[in-house]
């Protein structure tokens, strides 16, 4: 129950508004058991790790951040710098966490390589 509490506040820190993703059914019933190549698992530290680099988001960049790599919206000039200070283990790290939660699993294969062009566009206009 800690694990999904800390996850919950992830989530919070990182989107900053529940309208940005919105499942119309509980994520269970529409996945069914996840299989286990889908599985992510992230430990204590690594979430205690995200929530501290969160707090160096400015603005509403945790929302846009989210976008970008769930919804492929483009990222703006101000957030790029921000993803890029906050650094490539905090973007990493918090993909992480966020897929090893079933609602979000389904979304992996996409996630994942956007992920790294978020990452891969802002570094070059950083």
Request: hydrophobic share 40%.
């Amino acid at each position: 129950m800690t694990k999904l509490h800390n996850l919950s506040t992830l989530i919070a820190l990182f989107l900053a508004s529940s309208t940005v993703f919105a499942e119309p059914r509980l994520a269970s019933e529409v996945l069914g058991p996840t299989p286990p190549e889908l599985q992510v698992h992230i430990s204590p530290d690594e979430i205690a790790y995200v929530l501290n680099c969160g707090k160096k988001l400015i603005h509403d960049c945790g929302r846009k951040i989210f976008a970008s790599v769930f919804r492929e919206v483009d990222l703006n000039d101000v957030c790029c710098p921000n993803l890029v200070c906050l650094g490539k283990r905090c973007l990493d790290t918090t993909i992480k966490g966020l897929l090893s939660m079933l609602m979000f699993h389904k979304y992996s294969t996409k996630v994942l390589p956007r992920s790294e062009a978020v990452w891969n566009h802002c570094t070059l206009i950083a």
